[in-house]
């Protein structure tokens, strides 16, 4: 298994000071957070993508080429990379040249977003999210795969013998995660390509996204992927520790109160019942992310928002000290005991170009 943090990348006013950061400081924390992450032993950073106040994300290539370079064994992606208002001539392109950069240590997470106004934004329409998302990801899925493409569809101009550059490296495309909190036709389209399904379950009842990836699993299967435990899937979550859990409750009530996306509403009580949001312990936080297993199945990767609400950088970078010291070796051990033999390991490079080279014909 894989793990890591993804950041959404807000800019928002510590409510224990008063004090909001500049873009530039958060910019420049997002990195830091990345930085820290290798330091202390995790596989991946992956950075959400936002056009609109108060996010900074707006291009995740370029904060992952400069991570890329400043990295040596960090797995680079993404939280979200928009397939409905991105082109995906420029995704191939941008997303080719940053595995090229990063020696292969790139995958991306397509999604349609939460923002509806980013659409008229890039000429799009919102109603036309879910036609979007597959016709745009059919032309990406050939464009790398395809070193001459024709194409034409209903959301772009056609292309003819056209050539995406530079080519992915070793003839291998990054990894795609398709991302969703709740739509069936996004589990449908990961599982048709044999694509990882991303569950981003940090918002809605456990129920909901079992539903979600079941149906995955069971689609994976059917289009002749492999069994539906050979499905790979991944997991958000989030988390706040404190090495007793009644400072760590204390210490963030105050951030989720008045965090903008899930502040002034349930409270953090009714909340961490009702979602994977952990506040607590260290102990807690390896409790509650093992029930994961027992409620969605073995899976390849588990990320963590830690960086939002307005925390500062000092308690984040203390948080992933936490978590890369006392919850995530404990999570390794225990999530490999009984690990079934036919379950994957997470998708990198070097795990898809000998996936490719075993199927390869003789002589090839």
Not at 280 to 309: C, K, N, W
């Amino acid at each position: 298994m894989q793990f890591g943090i993804f950041s959404v990348g807000d800019v928002t006013t510590d409510p224990t000071t008063g004090r909001t950061p500049s873009e530039h400081e958060r910019i420049k924390a997002m990195v830091a957070i990345a930085l820290k992450a290798e330091e202390v032993g995790l596989d991946v950073f992956a950075t959400g993508e936002h056009h609109n106040p108060p996010f900074v994300p707006s291009s995740p290539t370029t904060m992952l080429g400069y991570i890329a370079a400043r990295t040596e064994r960090l797995q680079l992606s993404t939280a979200t990379t928009l397939i409905t208002t991105n082109d995906p001539v420029k995704i191939a392109e941008d997303f080719a040249m940053l595995q090229h950069i990063a020696d292969g240590r790139v995958d991306l997470m397509l999604g349609r977003g939460n923002t509806g106004p980013v659409y008229p934004w890039f000429g799009q329409d919102i109603r036309q999210g879910i036609p979007l998302a597959i016709e745009n990801y059919a032309l990406l899925h050939r464009l790398w795969r395809e070193d001459v493409v024709d194409w034409e569809g209903r959301f772009r101009t056609p292309l003819q013998g056209f050539t995406s550059t530079p080519r992915p490296l070793d003839g291998v495309p990054p990894f795609v995660w398709h991302g969703s909190i709740r739509s069936p036709e996004i589990a449908e389209q990961a599982a048709y390509y044999g694509d990882g399904f991303f569950a981003n379950n940090i918002f809605w009842p456990k129920e909901h996204f079992m539903r979600l990836i079941n149906l995955y699993r069971q689609r994976y299967a059917h289009y002749g992927h492999g069994t539906p435990e050979q499905a790979v899937v991944g997991l958000g979550g989030q988390v706040f520790m404190r090495k007793n859990s009644q400072d760590a409750v204390r210490e963030f009530r105050p951030y989720f109160d008045n965090a903008p996306v899930y502040g002034h509403g349930p409270s953090l009580e009714e909340f961490t019942a009702e979602t994977p949001l952990t506040v607590g312990s260290p102990q807690q936080v390896i409790d509650r992310t093992l029930e994961f297993r027992e409620l969605f199945g073995d899976y390849q990767r588990q990320l963590f928002l830690m960086d939002h609400a307005g925390l500062p950088l000092k308690t984040v970078l203390e948080q992933l000290d936490i978590l890369g010291e006392e919850v995530v070796p404990v999570l390794r051990k225990e999530f490999a005991k009984d690990r079934p033999a036919e379950v994957p390991g997470a998708p990198t490079h070097a795990s898809l170009l000998a996936a490719r080279d075993a199927t390869a014909p003789v002589g090839a």
